[in-house]
C-alpha cells in the first residue's frame, strides 16, 4: 500500500543535542511538508519541499532544518537552536505543491518528540 | 492570525445522533479541506469543497461552504464510536494553506 512512513514514532532530545526525524513516501508526490502540532492547536508549516533539491521556509522554520536529495525522503532536523522543541510532528505529501489547500494532503503518523 | 477557527471546540453526542461542527475564516479563500485526527495519529483528508461550490457529500458526511459569512460546516449524520477523533478544517488562500485549532468530537455509547 502506498503511504508516508515517519520515524522513529517517540524521541527524546538531550539538551544541546540536534536530532533527525525520518519521513518517506511511496506515493510518487512531489511536495512534500513538515507540521509541528502542539497540544490543542492546529498544524503550523515548518517547511515544504516542491520538488528534489529545493525546499522552502514555511511559518515558524527557526531551530529547524531539511533536505530533499530524493524525491521520496524529506528528513527534519530539529537543531539545538529550537529552544522549545516537544511537540508532534507530522509529515505530509501532496501531487504538487498545494498551499491554495486544492489538493487532499497525505499524512504519516507522526513522531513525537520530548526532552530529557 | 489564524484563517480557520472551528467551533464548538469539543463536542458530545450519543451514537446515532448527528454531529455539526464549523469552521470560520478571515481572509478570502480558494479551497477549503476538512481533516479527521484520530488520537496519536496523522489526518486524514475527508472532503475538499471549492470555493465556487456551495455543498458537497461523501458518504455520512456534508460540507456546506458559504463565502459571503465566510464559513463551512461538517455535518455527520448517524454517528458512530468509531468517528471519535479531532476534526479540522483547513483554508487556502494566496499561496498559503492554515489549518484551524479542530474540533474534538467524541461520541458515547
Known amino acids: 500500500d502506498g503511504g508516508i512512513t515517519q520515524s522513529p514514532k517517540y524521541l527524546f532530545r538531550k539538551e544541546g543535542q540536534n536530532v533527525t526525524l525520518s519521513c518517506e513516501q511511496n506515493?510518487?508526490?512531489?511536495?512534500m511538508y513538515w507540521y509541528r502540532q502542539d497540544p490543542g492547536q492546529g498544524l503550523r508549516l515548518i517547511y515544504y519541499?516542491?520538488?528534489?533539491?529545493?525546499?522552502q521556509k514555511g511559518d515558524i522554520a527557526e531551530g529547524y532544518s531539511v533536505s530533499r536529495e530524493k524525491k521520496e525522503s524529506f528528513p527534519l532536523t530539529v537543531t539545538s537552536a529550537q529552544k522549545n522543541p516537544t511537540a508532534f510532528y507530522l509529515c505530509?505529501?501532496?501531487?504538487?505543491?498545494?498551499?491554495?489547500?486544492?489538493?487532499?494532503?497525505?499524512f504519516g503518523d507522526g513522531t513525537r518528540l520530548s526532552i530529557l | 492570525s489564524q484563517q480557520g477557527e472551528e467551533d464548538p471546540q469539543a463536542l458530545s453526542i450519543q451514537e446515532g445522533e448527528n454531529a455539526t461542527m464549523n469552521c470560520s475564516y478571515k481572509?478570502?479563500?480558494?479551497?477549503l479541506q476538512w481533516y479527521r485526527q484520530n488520537s496519536g495519529r496523522g489526518l486524514v483528508h475527508l472532503i475538499l469543497?471549492?470555493?465556487?461550490?456551495r455543498e458537497k457529500h461523501s458518504g455520512r458526511l456534508r460540507v456546506t461552504l458559504d463565502t459571503s459569512k465566510k464559513s463551512s460546516s461538517l455535518l455527520i449524520t448517524a454517528s458512530r464510536a468509531a468517528d471519535t477523533a479531532s476534526y479540522f478544517c483547513?483554508?487556502?488562500?494566496?499561496?498559503?494553506?492554515?489549518f484551524g485549532k479542530g474540533t474534538r468530537l467524541h461520541i458515547l455509547p
Open positions: 505530509a505529501s501532496s501531487r504538487d505543491r498545494t498551499l491554495k489547500a486544492d489538493q487532499p494532503q497525505h
Open positions: 506515493l510518487n508526490h512531489d511536495a
Open positions: 519541499s516542491q520538488i528534489v533539491n529545493d525546499f
Open positions: 481572509t478570502s479563500i480558494n479551497n
Open positions: 469543497i471549492r470555493s465556487n461550490e
Open positions: 483547513a483554508t487556502g488562500g494566496d499561496d498559503k494553506i492554515i
